[in-house]
């Protein structure tokens, strides 16, 4: 058995590594993760806006959602089309939602670090939508509108915008 025979493992610090599970003789909550954790309630928040507040008739608005890590360490979020809903309402009427037609709805998962912040945007070709992707013959009319963004359970305050 020639392992008998090999001089003992160093750690590069020339220091002799630790038998298997002692983990420096640390705690091994107080070692750093090598890979972010998952960010947690709190740490993000979504806002809302869009690339300009009015809008002519042959104009689509552009909707901006803004995700920013809150929290004090770099953290992973999902930030697919899976988790991200841009919704569009006149009062209480719900005009479109980019939920109700998504084809293949698709996780993307991302480090920020603390601090930063990521921008989805959606252009909205004025149109309503249901649903299940039922068809709705109704267009939208000139007036305000608020606009919310949704990143899985975290939501926007509303931004407003005008069609002209």
Not at 32 to 58: I, N, W
Not at 64 to 92: D, H, L, R, W, Y
């Amino acid at each position: 058995d020639g392992l008998a025979k090999q001089p003992a493992a160093t750690a590069p610090s020339g220091v002799p590594n630790e038998a298997p599970g002692v983990n420096g003789g640390k705690d091994p909550a107080e070692q750093p993760s090598p890979v972010p954790t998952g960010c947690l309630e709190g740490d993000v928040s979504v806002s809302a806006g869009t690339a300009q507040a009015t809008h002519g008739p042959s104009q689509n608005p552009v909707l901006v959602m803004t995700i920013k890590n809150e929290g004090k360490f770099a953290c992973s979020v999902n930030v697919g089309p899976s988790q991200q809903e841009f919704t569009v309402m006149s009062g209480n009427d719900r005009i479109f939602s980019t939920s109700d037609c998504l084809a293949a709805p698709s996780d993307v998962e991302i480090t920020m670090a603390p601090g930063s912040s990521e921008t989805a945007r959606f252009t909205w070709e004025r149109v309503r939508s249901a649903p299940g992707c039922k068809i709705v013959n109704a267009k939208p009319r000139p007036g305000w509108y608020g606009f919310t963004a949704q990143l899985g359970d975290i939501s926007s305050a509303k931004a407003s915008f005008e069609l002209k």
